[in-house]
């Protein structure tokens, strides 16, 4: 798994099976080759299930979809260069993985195409905001944008690949295009689940049994045809309510486990046109609505009496989510004051939506829109299809297939922190926010109170430090101000505070990924080697902060268990690494490390992340106002602490940096470190670098 | 055991305490550490106020608790904490969901990082918060079940049930150890036995622990 000098490669993870189908649509010799090598990969690749790694040669125009199975994919590419040396005019595939949290698509700020296809991994559900709502927003919330637009330097790290790739576009049939109106009596998932359908059984085998003939054959509201065995949807839920008194759930509840068996298909409006709802509109079981005439026997009753607790604690269990579901599936104009409420707090836990402002988040619930789809290999839109929405996956995922190799360098680096993605790779019409005019793929801007700033999406927020310490990172926020976590507030964070902590986990994981790209372990020891050596220079520099994100990084289980790797350290660089090691031990209140960082001289990055906690713990323990009187001690603490930070600022830096030979390319890495993030995805591929010894 | 005040205790017990950012993670620790401890003490706390002495079956025993409060969003620090750690209280808000959703990937890390027998101890918090209820009682409680773990719903406001989260804990480390299970010479097992009179070695904390009041 060597890396050749263009320096791109992928990885690709996988679990389970694959049908891997190539398609080529050019025979130039350099790219059969490329392909025949490909090839001898994807078959090792699919009867081994195990890694595939192709390497990228100077030119590639085949194009690879992976049809079916389930599978998760990692990209990695290792330099940010690759699409300026090399002429890649065609395209390569990539595929990855989005998880639960992530959000896609990205061209909300101008209406490009799409850059990638969107299909459905598993089930999935989404939401969606639509472009037209969100410019709307977008208008009612200008003055921010353009000021940060003029603030803001963001240099978009990504070289302009925008898809000179279309002739290869694959002939696949569009089987699905996402419907505006989402039709809210539709089942979410292909077949009911297991629980649901069971906890349907047991209520119907009971219903039946019912002396009040709740559910009975009755004429429709035309009056011309008979709906079987059916029930108005108060009766039910009267008859639900009745049947578990115990459970002492509200009407509003109740009505969302019904709603929650509609959603899965178990029960259905007999027209198909109605979400569930508490009023006369007739409901009938999936059974009935198939003609099944079977009675219960006594054996099903006793059988539903004894499973009907389990069943009605699933479906409690299910009916606040499909309340909100119900709610997000009901047209915009049709929601109440309270569904909006409900909508905007569900919106608050909502990760992709952390750093946006209360006000745009209260708009956001009037806009967004559930969708659900129960197939797998749905195709949500293709790449070049103009950008209309953006989703946030609440559950499933998705594949994202694109062309260009820009494009995955980005999906990349967001997807690993879990929420990204656009994937877009076309020119902005904000091209005056990217430096150089670069054409820029940032995705999503976010607007915080009326300073705070905080650009969304991995992509941008790395480019905010294109190049630059820390410091600089005031373009974007005059005013940087840590505001005090308390039961109101605790979703409101600063820019600064947040891109800087982005800052610190991504080297972290960039250690660690970059030791565990290397399969050979003479390679892996030296960059090991390496790693420890910055890690020296961070504390020869007093960067105190990356000092603890390497080390911590290098601890990190994925790493810490290669003892092949271990072993073969050189023994200066076993003592460099136990020395530093010993400052992030967080005994004694990280004793070590307060010891050694009162001893260093201005200019210091400090350990934030510790700052953070020692103000936590004096607001959190100590009340502010004690008998009608400010508690003058506390504010002392507060001051001193901060009066650390302050002197860690006091003086500049000075420092006489060699000059690389081809700093350019050394800055854009920096500034835009590809790292993974998933622990278990790292975990995996360190067990399979050197196996555990059994 | 030995009689020389309120310092002398048997065992050191390690604690962690996890949660999602807001869960109130900080006060219930609070509410335990000062609810009998130094009652004299005025109105400020230090950073590190988390050691208490309680007496489990007539031995005294020193909880030493390490709170992860304001680093939640740097999952690799909070990771650190994890070694060594006898006890873990895992919290969340029963007010947010979310902070429950989460649940799950705190205790991956938590049987992660910390030895098979570390007793994990799951606390909703903000009981006194009835009517914002987001969690009911019946599905942490089963989660608790399912996953092994010892539940209860507390309120660090009212100090409903903190001890007894608290206290419960160091109940089942004890029984740990005299079952066997836990080895308290290991570093790794949280749990130290200090001889009557000599000083604790373990490289974690040391005798010289002072009492967690500044004034």
Same mark, same amino acid.
């Given at each position: 798994?060597?890396?050749?000098?263009?320096?791109?490669?992928?990885?690709?993870?996988?679990?389970?099976?694959?049908?891997?189908?190539?398609?080529?649509?050019?025979?130039?010799?350099?790219?059969?080759?490329?392909?025949?090598?490909?090839?001898?990969?994807?078959?090792?690749?699919?009867?081994?299930?195990?890694?595939?790694?192709?390497?990228?040669?100077?030119?590639?125009?085949?194009?690879?979809?992976?049809?079916?199975?389930?599978?998760?994919?990692?990209?990695?590419?290792?330099?940010?260069?690759?699409?300026?040396?090399?002429?890649?005019?065609?395209?390569?595939?990539?595929?990855?993985?989005?998880?639960?949290?992530?959000?896609?698509?990205?061209?909300?700020?101008?209406?490009?195409?799409?850059?990638?296809?969107?299909?459905?991994?598993?089930?999935?559900?989404?939401?969606?905001?639509?472009?037209?709502?969100?410019?709307?927003? =977008?208008?009612?919330?200008?003055?921010?944008?353009?000021?940060?637009? $003029?603030?803001?330097?963001?240099?978009?790290?990504?070289? @302009?690949?925008?898809?000179?790739?279309?002739?290869?576009?694959?002939?696949?049939?569009?089987?699905?295009?996402?419907?505006?109106? @989402?039709?809210?009596?539709?089942?979410?998932?292909?077949?009911?689940?297991?629980?649901?359908?069971?906890?349907?059984?047991?209520?119907?085998?009971?219903?039946?049994?019912?002396?009040?003939?709740?559910?009975?054959?009755?004429?429709?509201?035309?009056?011309?045809?008979?709906?079987?065995? %059916?029930?108005?949807?108060?009766?039910?839920?009267?008859?639900?309510?009745?049947?578990?008194?115990?459970?002492?759930?509200?009407?509003?509840?109740?009505?969302?486990?019904?709603?929650?068996?509609?959603?899965?298909?178990?029960?259905?409006?007999?027209?198909?046109?109605?979400?569930?709802?508490?009023?006369?509109?007739?409901? *009938?079981?999936?059974?009935?609505?198939?003609?099944?005439?079977?009675?219960?026997?006594?054996?099903?009753?006793?059988?539903?009496? +004894?499973?009907?607790?389990?069943?009605?604690?699933?479906?409690?269990?299910?009916?606040?989510?499909?309340?909100?579901?119900?709610?997000?599936?009901?047209?915009?104009?049709?929601?109440?004051?309270?569904?909006?409420?409900?909508?905007?707090?569900?919106?608050?836990?909502?990760?992709?939506?952390?750093?946006?402002?209360?006000?745009?988040?209260?708009?956001?619930?009037?806009?967004?829109?559930?969708?659900?789809?129960?197939?797998?290999?749905?195709?949500?839109?293709?790449?070049?299809?103009?950008?209309?929405?953006?989703?946030?996956?609440?559950?499933?995922?998705?594949?994202?297939?694109?062309?260009?190799?820009? %494009?995955?360098?980005?999906?990349?680096?967001?997807?690993?922190?879990?929420?990204?993605?656009?994937?877009?790779?076309?020119?902005?019409?904000?091209?005056?926010?990217?430096?150089?005019?670069?054409?820029?793929?940032?995705?999503?801007?976010?607007?915080?109170?009326?300073?705070?700033?905080?650009?969304?999406?991995?992509?941008?927020?790395?480019?905010?430090?294109?190049?630059?310490?820390?410091?600089?990172?005031?373009?974007?926020?005059?005013?940087?101000?840590?505001?005090?976590?308390?039961?109101?507030?605790?979703?409101?964070?600063?820019?600064?505070?947040?891109?800087?902590?982005?800052?610190?986990? +991504?080297?972290?994981?960039?250690?660690?990924?970059?030791?565990?790209?290397?399969?050979?372990?003479?390679?892996?020891?030296?960059?090991?080697? #390496?790693?420890?050596?910055?890690?020296?220079?961070?504390?020869?520099?007093?960067?105190?902060?990356?000092?603890?994100?390497?080390?911590?990084?290098?601890?990190?289980?994925?790493?810490?268990?290669?003892?092949?790797?271990?072993?073969?350290?050189?023994?200066?660089?076993?003592?460099?690494?136990?020395?530093?090691?010993?400052?992030?031990?967080?005994?004694?209140?990280?004793?070590?490390?307060?010891?050694?960082?009162?001893?260093?001289?201005?200019?210091?990055?400090?350990?934030?992340?510790?700052?953070?906690?020692?103000?936590?713990?004096?607001?959190?323990?100590?009340?502010?106002?004690?008998?009608?009187?400010?508690?003058?001690? #506390?504010?002392?603490?507060?001051?001193?602490?901060?009066?650390?930070?302050?002197?860690?600022?006091?003086?500049?830096?000075?420092?006489? @940096?060699?000059? @690389? =030979? %081809?700093?350019?390319?050394?800055?854009?890495?920096?500034?835009?470190?590809?790292?993974?993030?998933?622990?278990?995805?790292?975990?995996?591929?360190?067990?399979?670098?050197?196996?555990?010894?059994? | 055991?030995?009689?020389?005040?309120?310092?002398?205790?048997?065992?050191?017990?390690?604690?962690?305490?996890?949660?999602?950012?807001?869960?109130?993670?900080? %006060?219930?620790?609070?509410?335990?550490?000062?609810?009998?401890?130094?009652?004299?003490?005025?109105?400020?706390?230090?950073?590190?106020?988390?050691?208490?002495?309680?007496?489990?079956?007539?031995?005294?025993?020193?909880?030493?608790?390490?709170?992860?409060?304001?680093?939640?969003?740097?999952?690799?620090?909070?990771?650190?904490?994890?070694?060594?750690?006898?006890?873990?209280? $895992?919290?969340?808000?029963?007010?947010?969901?979310?902070?429950?959703?989460?649940?799950?990937?705190?205790?991956?890390?938590?049987?992660?990082?910390?030895?098979?027998?570390?007793?994990?101890?799951?606390?909703?918090?903000?009981?006194?918060?009835?009517?914002?209820?987001?969690?009911?009682?019946?599905?942490?409680?089963?989660?608790?079940?399912?996953?092994?773990?010892?539940?209860?719903?507390?309120?660090? $406001?009212?100090?409903?049930?903190?001890?007894?989260?608290?206290?419960?804990?160091?109940? =089942?480390?004890?029984? *740990?150890?005299?079952?066997?299970?836990?080895?308290?010479?290991?570093?790794?097992?949280?749990?130290?036995?200090?001889?009557?009179?000599?000083?604790?070695?373990?490289?974690?904390?040391?005798?010289?622990?002072?009492?967690?009041?500044?004034?």
């Amino acid at each position: 798994l060597n890396q050749n000098d263009s320096g791109s490669s992928w990885y690709i993870v996988l679990g389970g099976s694959l049908e891997v189908r190539l398609i080529t649509t050019n025979t130039q010799t350099t790219q059969t080759n490329t392909i025949e090598k490909a090839s001898v990969y994807l078959k090792r690749y699919a009867s081994s299930r195990d890694d595939i790694f192709l390497n990228q040669n100077d030119s590639g125009s085949s194009w690879y979809i992976v049809l079916g199975g389930s599978l998760e994919v990692r990209l990695i590419t290792t330099n940010t260069q690759t699409t300026q040396t090399n002429t890649i005019e065609k395209t390569i595939i990539t595929l990855t993985y989005l998880g639960v949290g992530a959000t896609f698509t990205e061209t909300l700020l101008g209406d490009l195409p799409r850059g990638a296809h969107i299909i459905t991994k598993t089930t999935c559900e989404l939401l969606r905001i639509q472009y037209r709502d969100f410019v709307e927003i =977008k208008e009612r919330n200008k003055d921010v944008i353009s000021e940060l637009q $003029m603030n803001t330097k963001i240099k978009n790290g990504f070289e @302009p690949t925008i898809s000179k790739s279309s002739p290869s576009m694959p002939t696949q049939a569009r089987r699905t295009s996402t419907p505006d109106c @989402p039709n809210p009596a539709e089942p979410i998932v292909e077949s009911p689940s297991v629980p649901m359908a069971r906890a349907g059984w047991v209520l119907r085998t009971l219903l039946l049994n019912d002396e009040s003939g709740t559910l009975r054959d009755r004429k429709t509201s035309g009056g011309r045809t008979i709906a079987r065995r %059916c029930a108005s949807g108060s009766e039910l839920v009267d008859w639900l309510m009745s049947l578990a008194p115990s459970l002492a759930v509200s009407r509003q509840i109740t009505t969302g486990m019904w709603q929650a068996l509609l959603e899965e298909g178990v029960i259905y409006h007999v027209n198909g046109e109605q979400a569930f709802r508490d009023k006369c509109i007739l409901y *009938n079981f999936w059974q009935d609505k198939e003609g099944s005439s079977s009675q219960a026997t006594a054996q099903d009753i006793a059988e539903a009496e +004894e499973h009907l607790e389990e069943a009605l604690l699933a479906l409690a269990r299910r009916a606040p989510d499909a309340i909100l579901r119900y709610i997000l599936r009901k047209q915009p104009l049709d929601r109440t004051s309270e569904d909006l409420e409900q909508i905007y707090e569900e919106l608050l836990h909502l990760k992709p939506l952390h750093h946006l402002s209360n006000s745009v988040r209260r708009e956001l619930a009037g806009v967004v829109m559930f969708e659900a789809h129960p197939r797998k290999g749905e195709i949500l839109f293709h790449q070049g299809d103009e950008g209309k929405s953006w989703y946030i996956i609440i559950q499933g995922s998705v594949d994202v297939v694109i062309y260009g190799k820009g %494009c995955v360098t980005s999906l990349y680096a967001g997807e690993d922190f879990g929420k990204l993605a656009l994937v877009n790779n076309a020119p902005r019409k904000y091209s005056y926010v990217f430096h150089q005019g670069d054409e820029g793929k940032s995705w999503y801007i976010i607007i915080q109170g009326s300073v705070d700033v905080v650009i969304y999406g991995k992509g941008c927020v790395t480019s905010l430090y294109a190049g630059e310490d820390f410091g600089k990172l005031a373009l974007v926020n005059n005013a940087p101000r840590y505001k005090f976590r308390g039961p109101n507030r605790f979703q409101q964070i600063t820019a600064n505070l947040d891109v800087f902590l982005r800052r610190f986990n +991504e080297i972290q994981y960039w250690v660690i990924t970059e030791i565990l790209l290397v399969t050979s372990l003479n390679k892996r020891v030296q960059i090991l080697r #390496k790693m420890i050596k910055l890690a020296a220079y961070c504390k020869e520099y007093r960067n105190i902060n990356a000092l603890f994100a390497v080390l911590m990084g290098l601890s990190n289980v994925a790493v810490s268990r290669l003892s092949l790797t271990w072993d073969k350290l050189p023994s200066k660089s076993k003592k460099t690494y136990t020395e530093l090691e010993a400052l992030i031990d967080p005994s004694k209140n990280h004793r070590a490390y307060r010891q050694a960082v009162s001893k260093l001289q201005s200019p210091v990055i400090p350990f934030m992340p510790l700052l953070l906690k020692d103000l936590a713990f004096t607001h959190d323990g100590n009340k502010t106002v004690v008998d009608g009187l400010v508690n003058f001690e #506390k504010m002392h603490m507060f001051a001193q602490t901060l009066r650390t930070l302050r002197y860690c600022r006091t003086r500049h830096l000075v420092l006489d @940096p060699p000059t @690389p =030979k %081809c700093e350019s390319e050394v800055k854009s890495y920096v500034s835009c470190l590809r790292a993974m993030d998933n622990q278990r995805i790292l975990t995996s591929m360190s067990q399979k670098l050197e196996p555990r010894r059994s | 055991m030995s009689s020389s005040g309120q310092y002398s205790y048997s065992y050191i017990f390690k604690y962690i305490i996890i949660g999602d950012m807001g869960v109130g993670k900080s %006060c219930l620790l609070h509410q335990f550490t000062e609810q009998k401890f130094m009652p004299d003490c005025p109105h400020t706390i230090g950073v590190e106020f988390g050691t208490r002495i309680i007496e489990v079956h007539g031995e005294k025993i020193k909880l030493q608790i390490w709170d992860t409060a304001g680093q939640e969003r740097f999952r690799a620090v909070t990771r650190s904490y994890y070694r060594g750690a006898a006890g873990a209280l $895992m919290v969340y808000d029963i007010t947010r969901r979310s902070t429950y959703n989460h649940l799950s990937s705190w205790l991956t890390d938590t049987k992660n990082l910390t030895n098979p027998n570390t007793v994990i101890f799951l606390i909703g918090n903000k009981m006194d918060l009835e009517g914002s209820r987001d969690v009911r009682y019946d599905e942490a409680k089963k989660f608790a079940e399912e996953n092994d773990l010892i539940f209860v719903e507390a309120s660090a $406001m009212t100090g409903e049930n903190v001890e007894q989260a608290f206290l419960e804990t160091a109940k =089942k480390i004890y029984q *740990n150890i005299k079952d066997g299970k836990l080895n308290a010479n290991m570093t790794e097992s949280g749990v130290q036995h200090k001889e009557r009179g000599g000083p604790a070695s373990l490289g974690d904390s040391s005798s010289s622990d002072k009492p967690n009041c500044s004034c």
